[in-house]
């Protein structure tokens, strides 16, 4: 059985900072593409960062460049995004997402974590 934990989130002030982590379990972690993702009530799911399974960072959104980090650790199964200087704007719950690397189609969500960031 698949699973995929968020943990980290919380309340943080603007400026702040939180990492979050995505521990997965029940998969082959190292060939699996990893992605965070974000929502806000009445919006879609919003693409975050995105890390191969190799390591390689190949995408950020264009309102968190420079901000956020993503990066994965093969070795304890588990996928983190780094997050400074935080605004209210992003302010969402945000989401883990495995993607096997060979066949896309194949993917797991996490139950999300909520980070609000206050003014």
């Known amino acids: 059985q698949v699973q995929l934990v968020e943990s980290g989130g919380g309340l943080v002030q603007a400026g702040g900072s939180l990492r979050l982590s995505c521990a997965a379990s029940g998969l082959t972690f190292s060939t699996y593409t990893m992605a965070w993702f974000r929502q806000t009530p009445g919006n879609e799911r919003e693409a975050v960062a995105t890390?191969?399974?190799?390591?390689?960072?190949?995408y950020y959104g264009d309102s968190v460049k420079g901000r956020f980090t993503i990066s994965r650790d093969n070795t304890k199964n588990t996928v983190y995004l780094q997050m400074n200087s935080l605004k209210p704007e992003d302010t969402a719950v945000y989401y883990c997402?495995?993607?096997?690397?060979?066949?896309?189609?194949?993917?797991?969500w996490g139950q999300g974590t909520q980070v609000t960031v206050s003014s």
């Open positions: 890390v191969t399974w190799t390591g390689d960072i190949i």
């Open positions: 997402k495995a993607s096997l690397a060979r066949n896309v189609r194949v993917a797991y």
